[in-house]
Protein backbone atom coordinates (compact mmCIF):
# COMPACT_ATOMS: atom_id res chain seq x y z
CA UNK A 1 0.00 0.00 0.00
CA UNK A 2 0.85 3.75 -1.01
CA UNK A 3 1.69 5.60 2.22
CA UNK A 4 3.04 8.91 2.93
CA UNK A 5 3.89 10.03 6.61
CA UNK A 6 5.08 14.07 7.42
CA UNK A 7 6.77 14.56 10.41
CA UNK A 8 8.45 18.00 11.75
CA UNK A 9 6.01 19.85 12.53
CA UNK A 10 5.09 22.06 15.71
CA UNK A 11 5.40 25.60 17.28
CA UNK A 12 7.91 27.72 15.76
CA UNK A 13 7.99 31.58 15.76
CA UNK A 14 7.65 34.30 13.62
CA UNK A 15 10.96 34.44 11.60
CA UNK A 16 11.91 30.93 12.56
CA UNK A 17 12.68 27.99 10.07
CA UNK A 18 11.49 24.32 9.97
CA UNK A 19 12.08 21.58 8.16
CA UNK A 20 9.14 19.21 7.34
CA UNK A 21 9.84 15.86 6.08
CA UNK A 22 7.52 12.87 4.23
CA UNK A 23 9.05 10.15 4.47
CA UNK A 24 7.21 7.57 1.64
CA UNK A 25 7.04 3.69 1.11
CA UNK A 26 4.84 1.18 -0.89
CA UNK A 27 5.68 2.27 -4.17
CA UNK A 28 8.88 3.13 -6.48
CA UNK A 29 9.75 6.95 -4.86
CA UNK A 30 12.16 7.95 -7.43
CA UNK A 31 9.66 7.20 -10.60
CA UNK A 32 7.05 10.18 -9.16
CA UNK A 33 6.74 13.87 -8.67
CA UNK A 34 5.23 14.78 -5.42
CA UNK A 35 3.55 17.53 -3.84
CA UNK A 36 3.43 19.63 -0.72
CA UNK A 37 -0.13 21.72 0.18
CA UNK A 38 -1.20 23.48 3.51
CA UNK A 39 -4.58 23.94 5.20
CA UNK A 40 -5.02 26.72 7.69
CA UNK A 41 -7.31 25.91 10.05
CA UNK A 42 -10.89 26.55 9.53
CA UNK A 43 -9.68 26.91 5.83
CA UNK A 44 -9.77 25.19 2.57
CA UNK A 45 -6.50 23.47 0.61
CA UNK A 46 -3.65 25.53 -1.05
CA UNK A 47 -0.94 24.48 -3.07
CA UNK A 48 2.35 25.15 -1.95
CA UNK A 49 5.45 23.62 -4.13
CA UNK A 50 6.18 20.75 -6.91
CA UNK A 51 8.89 18.52 -7.39
CA UNK A 52 10.20 16.44 -10.11
CA UNK A 53 10.95 12.65 -9.86
CA UNK A 54 14.73 13.78 -10.06
CA UNK A 55 14.67 16.77 -7.90
CA UNK A 56 15.55 18.77 -11.41
CA UNK A 57 12.41 20.41 -11.99
CA UNK A 58 10.91 22.76 -8.90
CA UNK A 59 7.96 25.52 -8.62
CA UNK A 60 6.37 27.21 -5.69
CA UNK A 61 3.45 29.13 -4.92
CA UNK A 62 4.14 33.27 -5.10
CA UNK A 63 3.94 33.48 -1.16
CA UNK A 64 6.08 31.33 -0.54
CA UNK A 65 8.90 31.95 -3.32
CA UNK A 66 12.13 32.71 -1.72
CA UNK A 67 11.40 31.64 1.54
CA UNK A 68 10.53 27.81 0.75
CA UNK A 69 12.78 24.69 -0.30
CA UNK A 70 11.20 21.45 -1.86
CA UNK A 71 13.73 19.04 -2.28
CA UNK A 72 13.81 15.01 -2.13
CA UNK A 73 16.59 12.46 -1.45
CA UNK A 74 15.55 9.04 -3.63
CA UNK A 75 17.94 6.46 -1.81
CA UNK A 76 15.87 7.41 1.54
CA UNK A 77 12.25 7.58 -0.11
CA UNK A 78 11.89 10.92 1.51
CA UNK A 79 10.35 14.61 0.35
CA UNK A 80 11.85 17.51 2.37
CA UNK A 81 9.99 21.36 2.80
CA UNK A 82 12.61 23.68 4.47
CA UNK A 83 10.75 26.99 5.84
CA UNK A 84 12.42 30.20 6.77
CA UNK A 85 11.21 33.38 7.27
CA UNK A 86 8.04 31.90 8.87
CA UNK A 87 4.90 33.72 9.00
CA UNK A 88 1.53 33.99 11.31
CA UNK A 89 0.06 33.10 7.46
CA UNK A 90 2.17 29.86 7.46
CA UNK A 91 0.26 28.27 10.19
CA UNK A 92 -1.57 25.50 8.98
CA UNK A 93 -1.25 21.43 8.20
CA UNK A 94 1.23 20.61 6.00
CA UNK A 95 0.25 17.76 3.57
CA UNK A 96 2.54 16.05 0.93
CA UNK A 97 0.96 14.18 -1.97
CA UNK A 98 2.06 11.96 -5.07
CA UNK A 99 1.62 13.38 -8.37
CA UNK A 100 1.45 10.73 -11.39
CA UNK A 101 1.16 13.65 -14.20
CA UNK A 102 -1.11 16.21 -13.05
CA UNK A 103 -2.83 14.17 -10.55
CA UNK A 104 -2.53 14.22 -6.18
CA UNK A 105 -3.58 10.48 -6.12
CA UNK A 106 -2.01 10.33 -2.23
CA UNK A 107 -1.84 11.92 0.40
CA UNK A 108 -0.73 11.52 4.00
CA UNK A 109 -1.90 12.56 6.98
CA UNK A 110 -0.60 15.70 7.86
CA UNK A 111 1.48 18.03 10.01
CA UNK A 112 0.56 20.85 11.72
CA UNK A 113 2.83 23.92 11.93
CA UNK A 114 2.41 26.61 14.12
CA UNK A 115 3.58 29.93 13.81
CA UNK A 116 3.58 32.05 16.97
CA UNK A 117 5.31 34.04 19.07
CA UNK B 1 -4.28 32.31 -11.50
CA UNK B 2 -6.95 30.53 -12.42
CA UNK B 3 -10.14 30.72 -9.97
CA UNK B 4 -12.55 27.32 -9.05
CA UNK B 5 -16.04 28.88 -7.87
CA UNK B 6 -17.91 25.78 -6.38
CA UNK B 7 -21.51 26.11 -5.38
CA UNK B 8 -22.98 25.61 -3.00
CA UNK B 9 -21.00 26.50 -0.36
CA UNK B 10 -22.74 24.10 2.03
CA UNK B 11 -25.48 21.29 0.43
CA UNK B 12 -27.65 19.28 3.27
CA UNK B 13 -29.03 16.27 1.92
CA UNK B 14 -31.42 13.66 2.91
CA UNK B 15 -29.68 10.15 3.28
CA UNK B 16 -30.65 8.07 0.32
CA UNK B 17 -30.73 11.35 -1.78
CA UNK B 18 -28.97 12.49 -4.71
CA UNK B 19 -26.13 15.68 -4.46
CA UNK B 20 -24.59 18.20 -6.90
CA UNK B 21 -21.60 20.42 -6.96
CA UNK B 22 -20.85 22.05 -9.87
CA UNK B 23 -17.02 23.52 -10.36
CA UNK B 24 -16.95 26.56 -12.44
CA UNK B 25 -13.33 27.44 -13.62
CA UNK B 26 -12.36 31.47 -14.74
CA UNK B 27 -10.64 30.17 -17.88
CA UNK B 28 -10.49 26.37 -19.97
CA UNK B 29 -8.33 23.79 -18.09
CA UNK B 30 -8.26 21.52 -21.26
CA UNK B 31 -4.37 21.01 -20.99
CA UNK B 32 -1.65 21.21 -24.40
CA UNK B 33 -1.25 17.21 -23.82
CA UNK B 34 -5.13 17.54 -24.68
CA UNK B 35 -5.85 16.40 -21.25
CA UNK B 36 -7.81 18.54 -18.96
CA UNK B 37 -6.27 18.12 -15.06
CA UNK B 38 -9.65 19.05 -12.67
CA UNK B 39 -10.17 16.46 -9.68
CA UNK B 40 -12.38 15.90 -7.08
CA UNK B 41 -11.50 15.75 -3.85
CA UNK B 42 -13.04 14.62 -0.30
CA UNK B 43 -11.78 15.57 3.07
CA UNK B 44 -13.98 14.04 6.19
CA UNK B 45 -13.87 15.58 9.49
CA UNK B 46 -10.94 15.49 10.62
CA UNK B 47 -9.02 13.85 7.69
CA UNK B 48 -6.66 14.55 5.24
CA UNK B 49 -8.15 14.90 1.75
CA UNK B 50 -8.93 11.97 -0.26
CA UNK B 51 -9.03 12.04 -4.19
CA UNK B 52 -12.33 10.40 -5.72
CA UNK B 53 -12.07 11.58 -9.42
CA UNK B 54 -9.64 12.60 -11.56
CA UNK B 55 -9.21 14.38 -15.09
CA UNK B 56 -13.03 15.24 -14.74
CA UNK B 57 -15.29 11.81 -14.83
CA UNK B 58 -12.44 8.98 -13.98
CA UNK B 59 -13.41 7.36 -10.67
CA UNK B 60 -10.21 6.53 -8.86
CA UNK B 61 -9.46 3.01 -6.87
CA UNK B 62 -11.64 2.14 -4.10
CA UNK B 63 -14.21 4.82 -4.43
CA UNK B 64 -18.23 3.47 -4.54
CA UNK B 65 -19.48 4.34 -8.12
CA UNK B 66 -21.97 6.36 -6.70
CA UNK B 67 -19.94 9.37 -7.22
CA UNK B 68 -19.28 10.14 -10.71
CA UNK B 69 -18.16 13.45 -12.55
CA UNK B 70 -18.85 15.02 -16.12
CA UNK B 71 -18.11 18.80 -17.22
CA UNK B 72 -16.08 19.69 -19.68
CA UNK B 73 -13.80 23.26 -20.70
CA UNK B 74 -14.86 25.37 -17.83
CA UNK B 75 -18.03 23.92 -16.21
CA UNK B 76 -17.98 20.63 -14.21
CA UNK B 77 -20.07 18.75 -11.82
CA UNK B 78 -19.58 15.86 -9.09
CA UNK B 79 -22.43 13.93 -8.94
CA UNK B 80 -23.26 11.32 -5.69
CA UNK B 81 -26.66 9.50 -6.90
CA UNK B 82 -27.60 8.10 -3.33
CA UNK B 83 -26.21 9.85 -0.23
CA UNK B 84 -24.71 7.92 2.79
CA UNK B 85 -24.13 9.17 6.02
CA UNK B 86 -19.74 8.22 5.29
CA UNK B 87 -20.40 11.29 2.37
CA UNK B 88 -20.14 13.71 5.08
CA UNK B 89 -17.63 15.96 4.67
CA UNK B 90 -16.17 19.02 2.61
CA UNK B 91 -15.29 18.37 -1.01
CA UNK B 92 -12.88 20.51 -3.43
CA UNK B 93 -12.26 20.49 -7.08
CA UNK B 94 -8.68 20.89 -8.06
CA UNK B 95 -6.92 22.11 -11.34
CA UNK B 96 -3.36 20.90 -12.39
CA UNK B 97 -3.74 22.29 -15.48
CA UNK B 98 -1.64 25.11 -14.89
CA UNK B 99 0.45 26.52 -12.39
CA UNK B 100 -0.37 27.38 -9.91
CA UNK B 101 -2.40 24.78 -8.91
CA UNK B 102 -5.36 25.68 -7.54
CA UNK B 103 -8.80 24.86 -5.57
CA UNK B 104 -12.04 25.62 -4.97
CA UNK B 105 -13.27 27.16 -2.00
CA UNK B 106 -15.28 23.70 -0.48
CA UNK B 107 -18.73 22.34 -0.52
CA UNK B 108 -19.65 20.78 2.66
CA UNK B 109 -21.83 17.97 2.50
CA UNK B 110 -24.03 17.49 5.44
CA UNK B 111 -27.28 15.25 6.67
CA UNK B 112 -30.44 16.83 7.10
Not at chain 2, 83 to 93: F, L, S, T
Given at each position: ?V?LL ?6 V???GS??L ?6 F????Y??N?F???P????E?V ?7 E ?12 T ?6 K???Y ?6 R ?5 V ?6 PTGVF ?13 | D???T??P ?5 T?G?PA ?5 S?E?L??S??N ?7 Q???Q??R?LI?K ?9 D??S ?15 E???VGV???T?A????Y????G?K????
Amino acid sequence: DVQLLESGGGLVQPGGSMRLSCAASGFTFRTYAMNWFRQAPGKGLEWVAVIGNTGEYTNYEDSVKGRFTISRDNSKNTLYLQMSSLRAEDTGVYYCAREPTGVFDHWGQGSLVTVSS
Amino acid sequence: DIVLTQTPPSSPVTLGQPASISCRSSESLVHSDGNTYLHWLQQRPGQAPRLLIYKISNRFSGVPDRFSGSGAGTDFTLKISRVEAEDVGVYYCTQASQFPYTFGQGTKLEIK
